[in-house]
C-alpha cells in the first residue's frame, strides 16, 4: 500500500508522543494545522502532529464531484447506505500511518487518533478496531460508521482506550441526534466516552479547543 501523502508538524526533537488528525471532507492535511498550533501540550514533551491527506474521489451526494474524501458518501441518510469498501480502504491506509508512528519509536500508548465529520468517522472506525490499545481517539462533529458491526469487530484492546465526542447543536451536516447515538452505542459497548456539545453549526469553537486541550494533557501524561 502507498504511504498516504502527509503534512508532519514536530514541537522537538525525537517526539514521545503523535497526534494524527484526520480532515472532513473536501479539505486536505492543511485544514486543522492551525488548529494543532493551538494546542498547548508542553507537559507531553515533544510531540509529532501528523495530519494525513485523503484520498481523492467522485462523491455521489455532491453530483460525482471528485474531492478530497475518506469514503463515498452515497446520500443523506448516513445509516443504511454507507460506503463500506471506501471506510474499509482507508482504515487500513489509517493503520498504515500508526504503523509508521510505531517505526519511528512512538508506542501505540502514546498515539491519539483525531478527526473531524469524516475524520472523525474514520477515528472510530480505525480506532476501535486497531489491536494495541491506543492513548486515545477524540472524535470532533462526526459519528460512529459501520455502527451494526462495531460490537463483533472492536479489538479487545480498544476496550480500554478513552473517547472524546464533541458535536455542535446546530450542525446542519450530521445532526445532534446521529451523534448522541453514536455516544449511546459506545457507551453501551462499555468504552469510557467524554461527551461535550456546543452551540455551534458544523465547526470547531474554541471552547472545544480548551476541552480537548485538557483531555489530551490527561490521556498523553
Same mark, same amino acid.
Not at 486536505?28 to 488548529?35: I, T
Given at each position: ?5 502527509? !503534512?508532519?508538524? +514536530? ?5 514521545? #508522543? @503523535?497526534? /494524527? %488528525? =484526520?480532515? &472532513? ?72 500511518? !500508526?504503523?509508521? +508512528? ?5 508506542? #501505540? @500508548?502514546? /498515539? %491519539? =487518533?483525531? &478527526? ?106
Amino acid at each position: 500500500m502507498t504511504l498516504l501523502d502527509t !503534512i508532519d508538524i +514536530e514541537t522537538g526533537p525525537n517526539p514521545r #508522543a @503523535s497526534l /494524527i %488528525v =484526520l480532515h &472532513g471532507l473536501g479539505a486536505d492535511g492543511h485544514d486543522f494545522v492551525p488548529f494543532a498550533q493551538e494546542l498547548r501540550l508542553g507537559p507531553v514533551g515533544p510531540v509529532r502532529f501528523v495530519f494525513p491527506h485523503a484520498p481523492e474521489r467522485p462523491v455521489t451526494l455532491n453530483g460525482g464531484y471528485v474531492m478530497r474524501a475518506w469514503y463515498d458518501i452515497l446520500g443523506t441518510d448516513l445509516v443504511r447506505r454507507e460506503d463500506e469498501a471506501g471506510l474499509r480502504e482507508s482504515q487500513a491506509a489509517i493503520e498504515a500511518l !500508526i504503523a509508521r +508512528e510505531v517505526e519511528r519509536g512512538v508506542p #501505540a @500508548s502514546k /498515539i %491519539v =487518533l483525531a &478527526g473531524f465529520s469524516q475524520g472523525c468517522a474514520m477515528t472510530l472506525m480505525t480506532g476501535l478496531r486497531h489491536p494495541a490499545p491506543l492513548a486515545g481517539l477524540a472524535g470532533l462533529s462526526g459519528y460512529l460508521p459501520l455502527a451494526a458491526s462495531t460490537a463483533q469487530e472492536r479489538s479487545a484492546a480498544s476496550q480500554q482506550v478513552p473517547i472524546f465526542l464533541a458535536h455542535g447543536s446546530a450542525d446542519p451536516m450530521i445532526a445532534l441526534a446521529r451523534a448522541t447515538a453514536s455516544r449511546d452505542a459506545l457507551v453501551a459497548l462499555g468504552h469510557a466516552v467524554e461527551w461535550h456539545e456546543y452551540p455551534m453549526p458544523h465547526s470547531v469553537c474554541a471552547e472545544e479547543v480548551a476541552d480537548l486541550n485538557r483531555w489530551l494533557l490527561k490521556v498523553l501524561a
